[in-house]
């Protein structure tokens, strides 16, 4: 049996949750971790294929692999996660031992277990989710639960659909169940993930739809933070603008994916939603949740993009005022709808604009964190500050960071901190009460 393994996550939360779980295999196996890949015997790429340079990564690092697997021929070579779904043949043609899509999970247990070479494992839409997969996580303090798997929007431009499959919710005492074992073992913070966690329930017999499982988790004893992600504007109701105002845990963020400012652009995504709409739900939120901090994805260069189309993306943006915002210069993935559609979008121009929303999204974000200096956030401190030694760091509530004076004894601990100099992410403060 091998002895060592190694896991290399890449893309989205998803993937961060389901390399826990792919620990928790090894582990169960009797495996443990091995601080890099050369000493490893089971090295597993956990992939993402959203944009094309980390799907490339993937591909180099085979080829590394496969080098370091003939001075060490006991060596598994498992490619997870979703390249592994959309592109399993060219990955076992590259030298992949084991290929496992992101809903085959409950299945590599006996793959690894038999040392089986050459195996591909993908998903089928209707396959039931696994439960009860071993988990090996990777904080005590800070959980992933996921609530619904797969997406069925189709937006022009991604490939989730096609890597994650159809939506399929998880029973609720499921989710419940893991979130009272979270707590239970430290977590004070936990996240409920999906590609779209207000599509949540509709597969579901019974009325349960995202805001009533959020009333369900808030009531679970101990928790402290509740956080969730992410939710897509167009399926984004009042009721659950009301649960996070009225959930004391509930965390006072909403990431809200704009991507585009055009309603042109919005429409030739499939978003459907209007920049109007999205204001109104931003507006909606602000006035129900006081101190909601509001943080976005946003994509430039999407095809058939103009000058005056980007100009409104610029527009929403310093309107709306994002505390932060994830943005990316749009990528053609292959299978999509985009992929066909034209024209495109200059690679020079794409980095122009680019650019542009950058600055301002940093100037914004500079500005929001400088206006809330002086003022005392609730702090869970979570790790020593790498970069500052004598220092620790945690999240504010708004997931902003705060960085303070203290040693690792604080570590775990809800303090109370004032804000002082403001960063792009966050401030240096000071506690000035907690638990500690
Ligand atoms: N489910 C989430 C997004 C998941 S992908 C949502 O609906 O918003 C994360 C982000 O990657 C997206 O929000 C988008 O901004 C970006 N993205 C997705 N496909 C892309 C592509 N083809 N090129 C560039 N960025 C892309
Ligand atoms: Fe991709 Fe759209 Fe689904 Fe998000 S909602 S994962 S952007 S298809
Ligand atoms: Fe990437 Fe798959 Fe997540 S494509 S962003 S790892 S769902």
Redesign the pocket.
């Known amino acids: 049996m091998p002895r060592g393994y190694f896991i290399d996550t890449a893309g ?1 939360q998803m993937n961060e949750r389901d390399s826990e779980t792919l620990a928790g295999i090894c582990e169960g196996l009797g495996m443990s971790p091995c601080a890099n890949m050369s000493g490893a015997d089971v090295v597993i790429l956990n992939t993402c294929a ?2 094309e340079k980390p799907q490339q990564k993937v591909y180099s690092r085979i080829g590394e692999l496969v080098r370091l697997r003939r001075e060490r021929p006991g060596m598994l070579i498992v490619v997870a996660g979703c390249v592994a779904q959309i592109d399993a043949e060219e990955l076992r043609r590259r030298g992949a031992d084991i290929v496992v899509g992101p809903r085959c999970y409950d299945r590599l247990e006996a793959a690894l277990r038999d040392l089986t070479r050459g195996c591909t494992l993908l998903g089928e839409d209707d396959r039931p989710v696994g439960e009860g997969l071993p988990v090996c996580r990777a904080s005590t303090l800070k959980a992933f639960v996921n609530i619904i798997y797969g ?1 069925d ?1 189709f ?1 022009a ?4 659909p096609y890597a994650r499959g159809r939506e399929q919710s998880r029973l609720p005492g499921e989710i419940i169940a893991e979130v009272e074992d979270v707590v239970a073992a430290g977590a004070r913070d936990v996240t409920l993930l999906g ?2 966690v207000n599509s949540y329930g509709h597969d579901l017999p019974g009325a349960i739809d995202f805001p009533a499982l959020l009333r369900r988790v808030d009531a679970v004893a101990g928790l402290d933070r509740l956080r969730f992600t ?1 939710s ?1 504007p167009k399926d984004l109701t009042p009721a659950l603008i009301d649960a996070i105002a009225e959930l004391p845990s509930a965390c006072e963020h909403l990431h809200l ?1 704009i ?1 585009a400012g055009s309603d042109r652009v919005l429409a030739a995504m499939g978003r459907g939603y209007t920049c109007e709409h999205f204001r109104a739900l931003i507006d909606m939120a602000r006035a129900a949740i006081p101190g909601l901090a509001v943080t976005t ?3 430039v260069g999407f095809p058939g993009e103009t000058a005056e189309d980007f100009a409104q993306t610029l527009r929403a943006f310093e309107e709306i005022r994002f505390d932060q915002a ?1 943005m ?6 292959p299978g ?1 709808r ?1 992929e066909s559609m034209e024209p495109k979008v200059p690679e020079d121009e794409k980095q122009r604009r680019f650019l542009e929303v950058v600055a301002l999204q940093n100037e914004t974000a500079r500005a929001i964190n400088r206006g809330l200096s002086g003022q005392v956030f609730e702090v869970l401190i979570e790790e020593p500050d790498p970069r500052s030694p004598g220092h620790v760091r945690g999240r504010t509530r708004h997931n902003k960071l705060m960085i303070v004076p203290g040693g690792e004894e604080l570590i775990g601990a809800m303090v109370h901190a004032r804000a002082g100099e403001a960063f792009l992410w966050g401030w240096r403060g000071e506690i000035i009460d907690g638990e500690a």
């Not at 431009?157 to 989730?160: E, G, K, S």
């Not at 990316?328 to 993935?333: A, E, L, P, S």
């Open positions: 989205c959203v944009r997406c929007n937006c431009y991604c490939i989730v590609q779209n992410t897509h994916p991507q994805d946003v994509m994830f990316f210069k749009y990528n053609d993935r999509t985009a």
